[in-house]
């Protein structure tokens, strides 16, 4: 239980200090959690932060979404 409210305190400063330096949450998030937990760990770990902003980014501009657009590099991306 402490764990994850570190974790989760590392990922708000994280994201205070990238938004303020103009850095990436995962610039900070890294070094700092390599220290502690294995790199595949860290690596998974961030990688689900940025997930779940994406996603989030996504809930609140949706209405400024261009479907088609969207629709169109998923397309690439597949092919």
Known sequence: ????ILLCLLTLLASGI???????????MIPIMALFVPLPIVLLF?????????????????RGLDWKLVFGFARICVF
């Open 46 to 62: 961030v990688g689900i932060v940025h997930l779940c902003g994406n996603i989030w980014k996504v809930v609140l501009f949706k």
């Open 18 to 28: 990238g938004t303020a330096t103009g850095f990436g949450t995962s610039t900070v």
């Open 1 to 4: 239980m402490t764990q994850l």
